[in-house]
């Protein structure tokens, strides 16, 4: 059973689209989080909700938006889609106040 | 700023022999967790080994082990009888707490080439 799932695993698109990408926790976790890993490998974290409540925006522009239906959800949709949005996004998950994130498998997104 | 810098952007070693990769991190807090995780070429996150700072014996799993030094703020990473399996990125990480938010901020990284 995948802990933390996200979907698609990879995404292609053109300038300008808006896609989105979806996660799933089923660790019974209250926090999830969304993490940008650039080409250079350098991993910074964008949002986190706790129970469904954005705590953490960290100014990532507005064409970026999470929403969290339920506290096992969190998804990421992105409008007008830019070359420097190609990057691979990271979706976690943790229990408040035990430090350890448990990641999915990232989304490899390529805006052409 | 509270931040985690890993020094060596790419590290090798022969396969059996010891490697140590290095990381320091900058903090006001007395109490807080840090992290190594690994990311192979499959690009998952694994974590490898965590330890909580007010515990002063130093984390092992196994083949891996720390040497945390809370007043040097240091927090190195020592990998025993290398095996090929054990390439991949290596990035240490601290949990930032700031105004009842979590979030994990992480070093640079670093690159551990594996060799036969």
């Known amino acids: 059973d995948t802990a933390v799932s996200q979907t698609p695993k990879y995404l292609v698109t053109q300038m300008g689209n808006d896609k989105s990408i979806k996660c799933e926790q089923n660790l019974g976790h209250d926090t999830m989080y969304w993490y940008k890993q650039d080409s250079k490998k350098f991993l910074k974290i964008m949002f986190s909700y706790n129970n469904k409540e954005l705590i953490i925006n960290e100014t990532v522009p507005n064409r970026f938006s999470p929403k969290s239906p339920d506290k096992a959800h969190l998804n990421l949709h992105i409008n007008s889609l830019e070359l420097g949005d190609s990057a691979v996004y990271f979706c976690a998950s943790s229990h408040r106040g035990a430090g350890e994130l448990f990641f999915g498998e990232g989304s490899r997104l390529t805006v052409l | 700023a509270q931040t985690v810098t890993q020094s060596q952007p790419e590290m090798s070693v022969q396969e059996a022999e010891t490697v140590t990769l290095s990381c320091t991190y900058d903090?006001?807090?007395?109490?807080?967790?840090l992290f190594w995780y690994k990311q192979p070429p499959s690009r998952q996150m694994i974590l490898v080994i965590r330890q909580e700072a007010y515990k002063q014996q130093n984390a092992t799993e196994n083949r891996f082990s720390v040497n945390f030094q809370k007043a040097a703020k240091s927090f190195s990473l020592k990998i025993s009888d290398s095996q090929l399996g054990d390439a991949a990125m290596y990035f240490c990480a601290y949990v930032l707490t700031q105004g009842g938010s979590e979030k994990l901020v992480f070093g640079k990284g670093t690159k551990l080439t594996v060799n036969p």
């Open positions: 903090t006001s807090e007395s109490d807080y967790y």
